[in-house]
């Protein structure tokens, strides 16, 4: 299937652990985005990568680091973790030259 | 930066009727307006998608509206059914490929 696929669905850690979320797409996209979902529900970015490049980094603490080994990966890692780090992360590509979001179907962190 | 407003934030509609949701945006520059549907506990998906040279676009129920003058855009869904029950995003994007998401408007229908 072509898809946007993250993992873990689900992870409950407690604070102070480092934890990694992973992502793939199939989809041949050339972009890929961090996404953090809030309680709220309010979808904020958190970081970009064109290429493999870093196209996008909000103001997000240093504790989360993206790392993206070629186009159809974008990781992201979490040091220190916080009780206000839990949320919901989706990742999701796009092709920069078009115009949609695929979204991956979403990791929800919780941190105890 | 750009800067998206969403309202309402809540909106219970009895089934058959119409919903309405809008946004407005602060960047004139923007020129891509897509609208994500999140059912619970779901990823985000496009629903249907405008762009700055169309005013109106329409797919069988949905349709979105945008004045670009006033800088607003609106989602409509006609003879609303249960399953349109969700979470609805507006976005707008300026450059590159970077989307600002409005805050979401809860849709509850009604049966």
């Known amino acids: 299937d072509t898809a946007v696929s993250q993992t873990p669905k689900y992870l409950v850690t407690q604070m102070g652990n480092d934890k990694s979320i992973k992502c793939e797409q199939n989809?041949?996209?050339?972009?890929m985005y961090w996404y953090k979902q809030d309680s709220k529900k309010f979808l904020k970015i958190m970081f970009s990568?064109?290429?493999?490049?870093?196209?996008i980094n909000e103001t997000v603490p240093n504790r989360f680091s993206p790392k993206s080994p070629d186009k159809a990966h974008l990781n992201l890692h979490i040091n220190s973790l916080e009780l206000g780090d839990s949320a919901v992360y989706f990742c999701?590509?796009?092709?920069?030259?078009?115009?949609?979001?695929?979204f991956g179907s979403g990791t929800r962190l919780t941190v105890v | 930066g750009e800067n998206v407003e969403q309202h309402p934030s809540t909106l219970s509609v009895q089934e058959g009727d119409s919903a309405v949701i809008k946004c407005t945006y602060s960047?004139?520059?923007?020129?891509?307006f897509p609208w994500y549907k999140q059912e619970l506990g779901k990823r985000p998906q496009l629903i249907i998608d405008?762009?700055?040279?169309?005013g109106e676009k329409k797919d069988q129920r949905i349709a979105v509206t945008l004045n670009k003058t006033a800088k607003h855009f609106s989602l409509h869904i006609t003879e609303t059914q249960p399953e349109d029950s969700a979470v609805y995003f507006c976005?707008?994007?300026?450059?590159?490929?970077?989307?600002?998401f409005g805050t979401g408007t809860s849709l509850t229908v009604i049966p």
């Open positions: 999701a590509s796009s092709q920069l030259s078009s115009y949609g979001y695929t």
């Open positions: 989809l041949g996209h050339d972009t």
């Open positions: 990568y064109n290429n493999k490049e870093l196209i």
């Open positions: 960047d004139s520059a923007s020129n891509y």
């Open positions: 405008i762009r700055s040279n169309v």
């Open positions: 976005a707008a994007r300026v450059t590159g490929n970077q989307f600002y």
